[in-house]
């Protein structure tokens, strides 16, 4: 079966930075889109960013373009998301997902496989 353990989260100050990592075991994800998606108090999760395992590309929501860096390591079967400038309002619980369908989106929908989350504070 399908796990994706995330990790990395913790508190930081306004500025910093984190490295949160996703590792991925129970299914060969060359196939996989793999994305982060984060929840906020009293929100709606949110798209975040996502990659294609097999090429490499990626997309952004636009409120973290420039800041935050999503990537893979084959070897591992680890996807990582690093987070620089680090803002407030990016404070949430961080969660790994995993696509099977081929499709680069920003829809949960489409997403069948999610970690339990990693907490993020970023304090002013």
């Known amino acids: 079966q399908v796990q994706l353990v995330e990790s990395g989260g913790g508190l930081v100050q306004a500025g910093g930075s984190l490295r949160l990592s996703c590792a991925a075991s129970?299914?060969?994800?060359?196939?996989?889109?793999m994305g982060w998606f984060r929840q906020a108090p009293g929100k709606e999760r949110e798209f975040v960013a996502a990659?294609?395992?097999?090429?490499?590309?990626?997309s952004y929501v636009n409120s973290v373009k420039g800041r935050f860096t999503i990537s893979r390591d084959n070897a591992k079967n680890t996807v990582y998301l690093q987070m620089n400038s680090l803002k407030p309002e990016d404070t949430a619980v961080y969660y790994c997902a995993a696509n099977p369908r081929r499709i680069r989106s920003s829809s949960l929908r489409l997403y069948d496989y999610w970690g339990q989350g990693t907490q993020v504070t970023v304090s002013s």
């Open positions: 129970g299914r060969t994800f060359s196939s996989y889109v």
């Open positions: 990659i294609t395992w097999s090429d490499g590309s990626t």
